[in-house]
């Protein structure tokens, strides 16, 4: 009789692995500072997030710390450690992740970097120009691939290979540069600013250096940004060199929790790092890494994942992220507020097709409004259980009540916590 107990047991814990499914909803640098204008709220406070605020009572939150002391804060860390690795074991470069992402294969000595399009103003001195839009407007992908065909025609080399990729987002693969010294600025921690300061430093550096200027040549008379320049949006006059790193290495998700999984994003930078882990990544139809984006496709290709059988899906967006970049206030609220209605939304209405689900919200940094760029506090997070909701005395989901909660020193633990604690 004893041992029929132990057998019927196992058997139902086995059950519940397999039907448990696990969902974590990414809203990029969602968190943010307090503002006098909002009456001393967040954004997050402030927007009106009724789905959310409706699970805090009955959720596990609290706080993690996903930029690691002496790491930069860019999504290429924080995302690594919200998926459960930890950067200092694991991370070598934002570029190589996209290049995974893009289909470009990196050999060991191989050196990556980020290559965006992006806008500057007109002085005749380069160290004089003003970085006006890192993302030269949010060009689309289909004009940007032109430009970049241009510049891999005219600067393109045994050495540099450019590769197109999404929007302002692209790579340039530098043969044989492990050893290179550089010291690279991500232009979106430069909005407004004059680039002397930060331009490409290092013995290395003026090769790159080189390469930008040379781009500003092909680009500034190309058809694509002429037509730009005519219905008055933002030309891309020149690249912009960043993000360096060598071939990544990384234990797979099924490896490290037994789960299968998928990742649904629109960035090449995410879809990089769930190749990386594993996951099967998902294109939906009018995903764009912007501002406005396919919301509701976003979430109904995670749900038909995990209906699929996917055990785990990664669901990124990259919307709050883009405004706080642009320090547009009134943007980013707009996209927190879709998140919570077309995404969170769409969830809650079909929750109850699913045995058992896990959810797991949060942003990977902040990107405050008043500073354009990432910080590396800790930020907020929310984790609710269909069928084990916890009692909490929180009414809202925000930084302040998170912050009242559990704290992970390590953010990269918290994917463990995610996955394997059975009693929230």
Not at 64 to 70: L, V, Y
Not at 234 to 260: C, H, T, V
Not at 324 to 340: F, L, P, R, S, V
Request: hydrophobic residues 40%; glycine residues 8%.
């Amino acid at each position: 009789m004893y041992i029929n107990d132990i057998l019927k047991s196992i058997k139902y814990f086995l059950t519940e692995l397999r039907t448990l499914k696990y969902l974590l909803l990414l809203a990029d640098g969602m968190a943010d500072y307090k503002y006098d204008i909002l009456d001393g709220k967040t954004l997050l406070q402030y927007a009106h997030t009724p789905n959310m605020d409706r699970l805090a009572p009955f959720s596990v939150l609290g706080t993690a710390r996903t930029i690691p002391d002496g790491y930069p804060p860019g999504s290429d860390v924080a995302n690594l450690a919200v998926m459960g690795y930890d950067p200092r074991r694991y991370y070598t470069g934002r570029s190589p992740l996209e290049a995974v992402s893009l289909g470009v294969t990196m050999e060991e000595q191989d050196l990556s970097l980020r290559c965006n399009l992006v806008t500057l103003s007109d002085e005749e001195n380069f160290a004089e120009k003003i970085m006006l839009d890192y993302s030269a407007g949010e060009i689309s992908s289909a004009e940007s691939v032109q430009l970049i065909d241009a510049i891999r025609s005219a600067l393109g080399s045994d050495e540099f290979h450019f590769h197109a990729g999404i929007s302002y987002r692209h790579l340039l693969l530098w043969k044989n540069a492990r050893s290179r010294s550089l010291q690279l600025t991500p232009p979106h921690d430069i909005s407004d600013r004059k680039i002397g300061a930060y331009l490409p430093q290092g013995n290395d550096g003026h090769i790159l250096l080189q390469l930008m200027q040379a781009s500003q040549a092909v680009l500034e008379q190309h058809p694509v940004n002429l037509a730009r320049i005519g219905q008055g949006l933002k030309p891309a006059n020149s690249i912009w060199l960043w993000g360096e790193g060598i071939r990544p290495a990384m234990d797979s998700f099924a490896a490290k929790y037994g789960l299968q999984g998928s990742v649904v994003c629109a960035v090449d930078l995410v879809k990089g790092l769930g190749l990386c882990a594993g996951l099967t990544p998902v294109k939906v139809e009018g995903a764009t890494g912007a501002i406005k984006t396919n919301f509701t496709g976003k979430a109904r290709a995670a749900l038909d994942e995990l209906k699929r059988g996917q055990d785990f899906v990664y669901l990124h967006i990259e919307a709050p992220d883009e405004a706080g970049h642009q320090g547009d206030m009134q943007a980013k609220i707009w996209a927190i507020e879709q998140i919570d209605q077309h995404v969170l939304g769409l969830i809650l209405e079909e929750m109850d097709g699913f045995d058992d689900l896990r959810l797991l919200i949060m942003p990977d940094h902040p990107t405050p409004i008043t500073i354009k760029t990432h910080s590396s506090d800790p930020v907020p997070f929310m984790l609710y259980d269909k069928n084990h909701p916890r009692t909490s005395s929180a009414r809202e989901f925000n930084e302040i009540t998170a912050g009242e909660g559990i704290f992970f020193e390590d953010g990269f633990k918290l994917m463990d916590y995610f996955i394997n604690e059975r009693n929230l």
